[in-house]
Structure formats: C-alpha cells, structure tokens
C-alpha cells in the first residue's frame, strides 16, 4: 500500500508550548497551527496580564477531560463541583467549556437561566452561596439550539469566559471540556498558562475503545505540559440492588483503566461503578451524592474527590515552599 504523504502527522507535532509551536514544518496545513504557543493566534503580553489579573483569586483550577464522549466527563464535573462545595468554607466554580453540547445547566438545575452582566462583568448562575457556573448553554434561547461555529468563535467565547466572568475568590475552578483534543482544549490550556492549572483529571470508561482515546487524551497532556491528576474509570461493573452481584457490563478486554495507567505510570484516581440514579439525578438537576449517600458509587466519588483535593493541597503546598 503507498504511503501517505504531504498532511501533518500528530507523532511530528513539536506542542503547544514549542517556539516550534506553529512554525515547524509538520505544522504546516495542521488545522490548529495558528492555535499553537508559537503561532499568530498566541495571546499577546496585554492580554495574558489582562486574564492573570482576571483569575489571580483563583487557588486551584482542575480540567475535566475525555478523549470520547459519553463516558461521564460532565457528570464527574458536576459531581466534582457538588462534592468540593459539600465544604461551605471553600468556594467553588464550575466553567462549561463544551460549546457544542452544553449539558452543565441541565445536570446542576439551571435550566431556563440567564447570565447577568454588572460593571464588574458576567455574574456567574449560583446553585448554592459557594457554587457558581458558566455555561454557554446560559446564552441560548432555547436548550434545544444548536451552536454552528467554527474554532475562532468558539475560542474567543473561552477567553471571554475566562476574562469577562466575575468569579470573585475561588478555591476551585472545574472546566468541563469537550470530548477530544482540538480547538477548545488548545485554547483553554493557552489561555490558563497565563496563571497556573494544577492539572487534569481524565475521565475513561473500561472498554478499549474508550481507552484508546484516553491515551491520545494523555499525550495530549504530555505535548502541552499540563500535569496529569489522575485517571477515573466511569461505569466500571454494575452492582445489583437486590441480589448485591456484580456485572462487568462493559468488560475490560485489555485490563481497564488500571493496566493503562500501570503502562503509562498515571495515578488511578479511582473506578466508580454504574448506578441508574446517577442518570435520574442528572435529569433531575440535583447531585446524585445527596440522593443516593449509601450508593456504592457516592462512595467511589467521595474518595476520588478526596484525592484530586489531597492532590492541590499539596501542589500548593510545593509551590509555597519554591517561592
């Protein structure tokens, strides 16, 4: 079979954050060339101060990611959200970067909400005192619009969510991104590099389809130096309410999140098994970890949760003492 030549191969993609980024030769035709640190599209020194200003009150700032849909990414965010503001002390904000399927408003009981704009900017829409969000799914008229914009559009919504939003003192800022490694997740790691990410948190299901994807998800991470939090396995068994067996409904054929993340030396954040009123409270708008407490999946989510906190702290604590 003849070889394929002439398009950008991923494997000569020099990264994000290369002077290479842009204007290397593999770079050239690459749809996200101009995306790069080193290309056209790179925020200039205004506009980096603009947006380190914007999101200096901001301690700790976690990504949700996944390189395929549908494997629970939006409602570990939410879940996220909902367990770290589960403490009154700490403030926590949660930004839907998912322009194309904005499903955040939904899963937090937002529905039919409108964004409100002070002097001091966008207001974000509050779920309680200490947990406030962004959606694009605030600015549709109707939840069942459909959003048609190309990249450009889509990553100057993400800026302006990250330098026209007034989140006030955060603790927490969960982004909720789409699925894959294209332009939104170019963009938000772009433009957050102006602060500080602790890192990432990516969300797989056990089958390896869906690990496949994770690993591009991974090397995504490595090109663009965002540090890694863990890896979550979404839908990992199903326990039976009446007879308490457990069934592997989508089987781990090549060993699971668990084998990948030993390959590929990850933290396993932890699994959580299937339960149907995850869904139901997702539907709902309320937070699956209050309806369900004794649930053994509130259980998985309350220990990952406590992870990814144990995680920050002692990033932070880290990067007191170098400073």
Not at 114 to 120: A, D, E, F, K, T
Not at 227 to 254: A, D, H, R
Not at 298 to 303: A, I, K, L, M
């Amino acid at each position: 079979m003849a070889e394929t030549t002439g398009g950008p191969r991923p494997e000569d993609c020099p990264g994000t954050s290369s002077a290479q980024g842009g204007r290397a030769a593999a770079c050239q035709g690459c749809p996200n060339q101009k995306l790069c640190a080193g290309g056209a599209a790179a925020p200039d020194p205004a506009e980096a101060a603009e947006l380190r200003e914007r999101l200096r009150s901001v301690k700790h700032t976690i990504l949700v990611l996944s390189g395929k849909g549908g494997v629970g990414k939006s409602t570990f965010s939410a879940l996220l959200a909902h367990g770290l503001a589960a403490d009154e002390a700490k403030q926590v904000a949660l930004l839907d970067i998912d322009i194309c399927g904005p499903s955040i408003p939904k899963m937090m009981g937002l529905e039919g909400e409108q964004v409100h704009q002070s002097g001091s900017g966008w207001s974000p829409v509050y779920v309680e005192e200490n947990l406030g969000v962004m959606s694009v799914g605030f600015l549709l008229s109707s939840p069942d619009d459909a959003v048609i914009w190309r990249g450009p559009k889509k990553n100057g919504l993400i800026k302006q969510f990250l330098r026209d939003v007034d989140w006030g003192e955060i603790d927490y800022l969960i982004v909720d991104t789409p699925p894959g490694t294209s332009d939104e997740h170019l963009s938000i790691v772009q433009y957050l590099s102006a602060t500080h990410i602790d890192g990432a948190v990516i969300i797989t299901t056990p089958q390896e389809v869906s690990l496949q994807d994770v690993r591009k998800e991974i090397n995504f991470c490595h090109k663009v130096k965002l540090p890694i939090i863990g890896v979550v396995e979404n839908m990992s068994g199903f326990i039976c309410p009446k007879c308490k067996n457990e069934s592997q409904i989508f089987p781990p054929t090549t060993g699971g999140a668990e084998k990948m993340c030993q390959n590929l030396n990850v933290s396993l954040l932890g699994k959580v098994p299937l339960d149907p009123q995850i869904g139901k409270s997702c539907d709902k708008g309320q937070s699956f970890l209050s309806e369900a407490p004794e649930s053994p999946a509130t259980s998985s989510y309350r220990n990952i949760i406590q992870r990814i906190q144990e995680y920050c702290d002692q990033h932070h604590f880290h990067e007191e003492k170098i400073i």
